[in-house]
């Protein structure tokens, strides 16, 4: 094999278990032994293809977000009409912690990081940045993008997703994350009349 492939290979299966052992342990208890362990190689192989644990975490972070990126996108970006692709996404994004409860764990382990993590802050930035471009594009397509709410709609709907998923994340009974987002999409529709 090529040696690109085979780190590839090592790679993602050191990033998968990293993202296991998170699921299992959370950040603070994680060691580089626990996910070599995890991912059934050694530390020296992981320190070859990862400068250090942080270099793991980072990896994990982006790859957590590329995927739950592309599975909202999937389904959210063919939609034509603007008013059913927003209410498409908010749908799609109240629904990951349901549809993909390893990446909520591991979205909220960093999200407890990221203050004092200026990497992690960095690529956490960077993906809300890029979710809030999307809502905000989607947003402007129905006509509304200069109203004071229309420019603030897409900064909601990702805290709502975000504040909605840990909540539910904590005690689904209490927080039912379709309920909340039908009521946000209520309020949203309202919004942009």
Do not use: W
């Amino acid at each position: 094999m090529a040696n690109s492939l085979i780190k590839e290979i090592r790679t993602k299966q050191v990033v998968d278990a990293t993202k296991r052992c998170i699921v299992e342990k959370g950040f603070a208890n994680l060691s580089v032994k626990d996910i070599a362990r995890e991912a059934g190689v050694s530390t020296g192989v992981i320190y070859h293809y990862f400068k250090n644990k942080e270099d793991i975490l980072l990896q994990v972070i982006v790859d957590a977000f590329r995927k739950s990126y592309e599975q909202v996108m999937d389904e959210v970006d063919p939609i034509e009409d603007p008013g059913r692709k927003l209410m498409s996404y908010i749908e799609k994004a109240q629904a990951v912690p349901q549809d993909n409860p390893d990446f909520q764990i591991v979205m909220m382990n960093y999200l407890g990081q990221a203050n004092s993590n200026p990497e992690i802050t960095n690529v956490m930035v960077r993906f809300f940045n890029n979710l809030t471009s999307y809502v905000s594009n989607i947003v402007k397509g129905q006509g509304k993008p200069n109203c004071r709410i229309g420019q603030a709609i897409p900064a909601m709907v990702i805290a709502m997703s975000i504040g909605t998923g840990i909540l539910s994340s904590l005690s689904s009974e209490q927080y039912d994350s379709q309920q909340i987002g039908e009521a946000f999409k209520q309020l949203i529709r309202l919004a942009i009349k």
